[in-house]
């Protein structure tokens, strides 16, 4: 077990070190210069180079990166061009958006798909089966972004339940800010729910077909018994692992669900600074994601490790 934390360890920071690489190259080879996009076309050339090196864009690229990473290490994530004030702020204030709407639709799809796809594994070639797995389809195919309009159609003009968008904070209390993430989050979370229903149930019929079902089955366990003690557990590698990349899409990847519901989250941030040109508040958050994305990553690696032990002799 050691060897397997060793090893998925020097990969975390052997992929996070070439995620900031990749990063930072290509934002500075992008067109187009920060200081004279601020501003604006008719600034004088000396007051363009003044601000150049005010904000450090005249030093050496190198150099550049490795003040960047350094900074980043010990917690200071530079300042935004746009809005004047620290990127950590932003990020911190942007976070408990993101967040928790990117728990509540993975723990609503979650909810909703291992249920359904172990009904449907259990009930393969039925009605149930068929049923369950043509609404999974449909899932499957709609946008989140059209599901997202259609949610608001439906619950929040037709029938005015919930807001149809923005977002209140938390100053008045859970409720306030809960309801406001309920569309968005049920936007994103069921297009995830049918993928994940597809590959439970996947995973559950291969398992049913081993020699230790079978076996199970011989020694008088019932159907019902035999599949919730050995197949489902045994088919959970596969479906804890998509449920890692799910969560790690549904924290890097809302842009779109945010600007539907103009929720001020990381992904509108993200959006926000790339339209103004804010490099350095771009190159935080994409580093910052990406490394959500690689940490949940090795998560789901350890998770899988624990429920199947063979995992952890497989060769990185």
């Known amino acids: 077990m050691t060897g397997f934390l060793l090893r998925r ?6 992929t996070l070190f070439a995620a900031s690489l990749v990063v930072f190259a290509v934002l500075q080879i992008l067109p187009g210069d920060p200081a ?15 601000l150049r090196h005010q904000l450090g864009l005249d030093a050496p690229m190198p150099l550049r990166y490795l003040r960047w990473v350094g900074g980043m290490l010990v917690g200071q994530f530079g300042t935004s061009y746009t809005y004047s004030v620290p990127v950590r702020d932003l990020v911190a204030e942007r976070v408990m958006v993101s967040l928790p709407l990117a728990v509540m ?11 359904v796809g172990v009904l449907a594994a259990a009930r393969r070639g039925h009605a149930a089966d068929t049923a369950a797995m043509g609404v999974a389809q449909i899932g499957v195919a709609l946008p989140n972004f059209w599901l997202g309009l259609l949610l608001i159609l439906a619950f929040a003009i037709r029938l005015p339940w919930l807001p149809a968008g923005g977002f209140p904070g938390w100053g008045g209390g859970p409720w306030h800010g809960l309801r406001a993430l309920i569309l968005p989050a049920l936007a994103l979370g069921l297009p995830q729910g049918a993928i ?7 995973a559950v019929i291969e398992t049913l077909g081993e020699d230790f079902m079978r076996t199970a089955r011989a020694k008088g ?26 969560f790690s899409f549904l924290l890097a990847g809302t842009v779109i669900i945010e600007n539907v519901f103009t929720l001020p989250g990381l992904g509108r941030l993200v959006f926000q600074a790339i339209a103004q040109r804010d490099l350095i508040v771009v190159q935080d958050l ?6 959500s994305v690689i940490v949940v990553n090795f998560l789901v690696d350890l998770v899988a490790a624990w429920i199947d032990p063979r995992q952890r002799h497989v060769s990185a």
């Open 286 to 291: 994409v580093v910052l994601l990406a490394g």
């Open 221 to 246: 366990l019932t159907r019902r018994a035999a599949l919730w003690r050995h197949a489902v557990p045994n088919a959970l590698v596969p479906v804890v692992t998509l449920i890692g990349l799910q």
């Open 36 to 50: 004279a996009i601020m501003l604006g076309t008719g600034a004088r050339p000396d007051t363009v180079a003044a």
């Open 9 to 14: 360890l020097l990969i975390l920071l052997a």
């Open 105 to 115: 639709a993975i723990c609503l799809s979650t909810a909703i798909a291992i249920p």
């Open 196 to 202: 994940l229903a597809r590959v439970t149930r996947a």
